[in-house]
């Protein structure tokens, strides 16, 4: 987990690793204070690690760090798409407007894993899997900024008159997202550019 806006490469020369929390495998929270210019403080219930420290192995994108004004750094999330049989919406809203913030996928095994933003005081409809092939995220836009407003499963795509991706089964699906706008990237296919 990256608690924090995705690097980007210029940054390398401008940050420093610290490790603040290890696992030891036993259940512990992290506690933190999240706003738009990032994350301010941070807190543990287990003592700071102690010893020889190795920098963070941080997931590597297939897509392209979304354009981005100077203000908007983006959050980056994925998931692998097989064997997904639930998803469960998250709601929230983007420059006042009601959208959808984030997915839980829950896989066959029970493991489960959240693209974009997943909060657990919001979460809203749930979507059976079944025996559908495909997932489509309907997209919109607030003074330029895009966001997902609607998410449903099919069995075969029908047209849709709104900007829609139609996700299979297989693969992986990227979720990028700041304070006001997403973007979400599978298999070649892209949602609406953001706003620069």
């Given at each position: 987990m990256v608690l924090g806006p995705h690097?980007?490469?210029f940054w390398e020369e401008f940050c420093n690793w610290t490790l603040l929390h290890e696992s030891d495998g036993a259940p512990s929270r992290i506690f933190?204070?999240?706003a738009p210019s990032g994350i301010h403080k941070l807190g543990f219930e287990s003592p700071p690690p102690g010893g020889e420290t190795s920098l963070p192995t941080l997931p590597t994108?297939?897509?392209s760090y979304p354009e981005s004004t100077s203000l908007d750094d983006y959050f980056y999330t994925s998931a692998p798409l097989e064997n997904i049989?639930?998803?469960t919406l998250c709601d929230g809203t983007i420059l006042g407007r009601r959208s959808i913030i984030g997915l839980l996928f829950r896989?066959?095994?029970?493991t489960r894993t959240c693209v974009g933003q997943f909060r657990t005081d919001r979460p809203t409809m749930r979507l059976a899997v079944n025996k559908s092939t495909k997932m489509w995220l309907s997209f919109?836009?607030?003074d330029g900024y895009p966001f997902v407003d609607s998410v449903g499963v099919c069995r075969s795509p029908k047209p849709m008159s709104r900007t829609c991706l139609y996700i299979?089964?297989?693969g992986r699906l990227e979720w990028w997202f700041s304070y006001k706008q997403c973007k979400v990237y599978y298999q070649g296919q892209e949602s609406i550019s953001t706003k620069s």
């Open positions: 690097p980007q490469s933190f204070d999240i994108p297939l897509s049989v639930e998803i896989y066959s095994d029970g919109d836009t607030e299979s089964w297989v």
